[in-house]
């Protein structure tokens, strides 16, 4: 199931119109608005890499209920993202990656989005994420793969 999510995810290249687009934003910048963090993380799928030493493809659905479906190297991982001064955060089941992570989003001269690690709550935490594209939805139907789907996390 994940393996056949990456291979959609490097055929798909369509994004709405009006969506927000990593290229509409100056280079060089820090994106600290948590107004647009919210709008460009909420009911979107984002996918990309992470450098080495780690490499690896990932991707991951973010509800707007604040619920995430988070695949790496073929596992899943549920968990709950946020936006608290100025930075994104996530926590993941299962324990032992449900330590708060917070990353602030750099656009780089390259119109590509990085997430550079703020907090990192263990060494096993890397320090930069690339954010290879941003898809309007949930292209890829990731939420189904939640255990609660995209229902609010007080339920």
């Known amino acids: 199931m994940a393996m056949a999510?990456?291979?959609a995810i490097a055929a798909k290249n369509a994004r709405a119109e009006g969506d927000p687009?990593?290229?509409?934003?100056?280079?060089?910048?820090?994106?600290a608005d948590e107004?647009?963090?919210?709008?460009?993380?909420?009911?979107?799928?984002?996918?990309?890499?992470?450098?080495?030493?780690?490499a690896g493809k990932w991707a991951e659905y973010y509800c707007p209920t604040g619920r995430t479906a988070f695949v790496y190297e073929d596992k899943?991982?549920?968990?709950?993202?946020?936006?608290?001064?100025?930075?994104?955060c996530f926590s993941y089941d299962p324990p032992g990656h449900d330590q708060k992570q917070c990353y602030d989003v750099m656009r780089t001269e390259t119109?590509?989005?990085?997430?550079?690690?703020?907090?990192?709550?263990?060494?096993?935490?890397v320090d930069d994420v690339v954010i290879e594209d941003i898809l309007p939805g949930d292209?890829?139907?990731m939420a189904k793969l939640i255990g609660a789907g995209c229902s609010d996390l007080s339920s």
Do not use: C, N
């Open 5 to 7: 999510l990456m291979v």
């Open 21 to 31: 687009a990593p290229d509409t934003l100056p280079p060089q910048v820090s994106i």
């Open 35 to 54: 107004a647009l963090l919210r709008q460009m993380f909420a009911s979107h799928t984002m996918y990309g890499f992470y450098p080495p030493p780690y």
């Open 76 to 88: 899943l991982m549920e968990g709950r993202w946020w936006v608290e001064a100025g930075a994104v």
């Open 111 to 125: 119109k590509v989005l990085k997430l550079h690690a703020r907090v990192v709550g263990s060494s096993d935490f």
């Open 139 to 141: 292209p890829f139907h």
